[in-house]
């Protein structure tokens, strides 16, 4: 299954008015909203993302209109499990609140559950190692700015890239003489052409649209190499539904509270809350070792991120986002020094397999870090780290085992630049 269709919900898409070359763009509302509920009822069955793209320096559309359209038909499309976005030029002046675009690209992203930024390296670039870190920055500086405004905007990059000879890419050959201004070396470009030459043929020059070829050492599969079961946000919401017992999407999860008092989507407890500096007590609940059992809440509130109450918290969902990662951050952070303390390294188990005895039962577990970051919600970074040095295997309070969350989370296309 596709899991992205871009563009085709633009604001292109509509009646033409005029002939070429005089043709006007149309508006996207030239359709109707019954038409257009068509349309995403005949891509629901095999898409899960639509974009729209129309603003930019060019001049396209003015970004009023086009969170118009995604306030129009947002509502339609979840129903529908389409998650709606905006594919852009201008996404980079998110970062920059004294841009003329600033404020509008905030209520955009307010109301978008993904973007999709089109990033380029500068024309003068002198390497293409250069040419990423340029890009690699300016995505990171997008990525924290849109976790400001809402955490739950997923930020992926669109299109990148620039062209070889440092001219319109409309006016840029599609040859392997570009690929080689790249970088400058015929050896590199031999090794391309004869590595993909059953794909391109004899003359080296004419690549077609279509063709997928392979750099060496680059795009080739990996050995052992497992497809993903999804991205950083689909295992959020796998495990938000987990953690709430609501299904994903329902807004109710951040409302949840159980009966030890852990609460929101993802069941946070007052210890946790202490560590990220939401919170304050002198004695929170830590599974009943200090003679306190259960989350009270009794404690008071710091103020960080505007939070001064149990019930500001249970009513916001971007901050309980926020909270997450934060909390993932941390924990990776602590587990990465407990392992350290023993001359050890996360990456001297992630992507290995290992049998651990949990109540007398052989399991047998990939470490993922998606899976670790679960194990360490449920069971703290300790919890993983003694896991990972003696095979410790513990529980929660309702006898949930550790192994459960690091294998039914585990194997999430997850890095630490997604909650860094």
């Not at 339609?76 to 841009?99: C, D, Q, W």
């Not at 670039?125 to 990171?140: L, S």
């Not at 023993?342 to 470490?367: E, P, W």
Request: aromatic share 10%; glycine share 10%; net charge positive.
């Amino acid at each position: 299954m596709f899991q992205f269709l871009g563009l085709a919900f633009s604001a292109y898409v509509g009646h033409w008015t005029g002939t070429v070359p005089n043709a006007k763009v149309p508006l996207w509302n030239s359709y109707s909203q019954q038409n257009i509920v068509r349309m995403l009822e005949v891509i629901a069955p095999q898409f899960n993302k639509i974009s729209t793209y129309g603003m930019g320096y060019a001049g396209y559309y003015p970004p009023t209109d086009v969170n118009a359209m995604i306030v129009a038909n947002k509502q339609k499309a979840h129903e529908l499990r389409i998650k709606v976005g905006v594919r852009s030029h201008t996404f980079g002046e998110i970062a920059n609140p004294n841009s003329p675009y600033y404020t509008q690209l905030k209520t955009l992203i307010q109301n978008c559950d993904f973007t999709l930024c089109n990033l380029y390296p500068a024309v003068n670039t002198a390497t293409p190692t250069a040419g990423v870190n340029q890009v690699g920055q300016a995505f990171h500086q997008i990525k924290t700015a849109v976790a400001d405004t809402n955490p739950q905007c997923e930020v992926m990059i669109g299109e990148t890239g620039w062209s070889s000879q440092r001219i319109s890419f409309k006016n840029t050959d599609n040859n392997v003489a570009n690929l080689l201004a790249y970088d400058g070396s015929e050896a590199s470009s031999r090794k391309i052409y004869e590595a993909n030459r059953a794909v391109i043929g004899n003359d080296p020059n004419p690549l077609q649209a279509g063709m997928i070829v392979a750099i060496p050492g680059g795009n080739q599969p990996q050995p052992n190499s497992s497809p993903s079961r999804g991205s950083f946000r689909d295992m959020l919401e796998a495990l938000g539904a987990f953690e709430s017992g609501l299904p994903p999407g329902n807004p109710n999860q951040y409302k949840v509270i159980n009966r030890l008092g852990f609460m929101g989507k993802y069941q946070f407890g007052e210890a946790l809350l202490i560590d990220l500096g939401y919170y304050k007590t002198p004695k929170p609940y830590i599974g009943g070792g200090n003679g306190v059992d259960k989350n009270y809440w009794r404690g008071t509130w710091t103020g960080k991120k505007g939070i001064r109450s149990k019930q500001q918290f249970l009513n916001s969902p971007a901050v309980q986002e926020f909270a997450i990662r934060e909390a993932f951050a941390l924990n990776l952070k602590r587990i990465n020094a407990t392992l350290a303390g023993q001359r050890k390294s996360l990456n001297d188990y992630l992507g290995k397999t290992k049998t651990f005895k949990d109540n007398g039962v052989s399991k047998t577990i990939t470490i993922t870090l998606s899976g670790i970051l679960a194990g360490a919600h449920l069971r703290g970074p300790y919890g993983v780290a003694n896991l990972l040095l003696i095979n410790q295997v513990s529980h929660d309070e309702f006898g949930t085992s550790i192994l459960r969350y690091i294998k039914e989370y585990g194997g999430y296309n997850v890095k630490p630049a997604d909650f860094s």
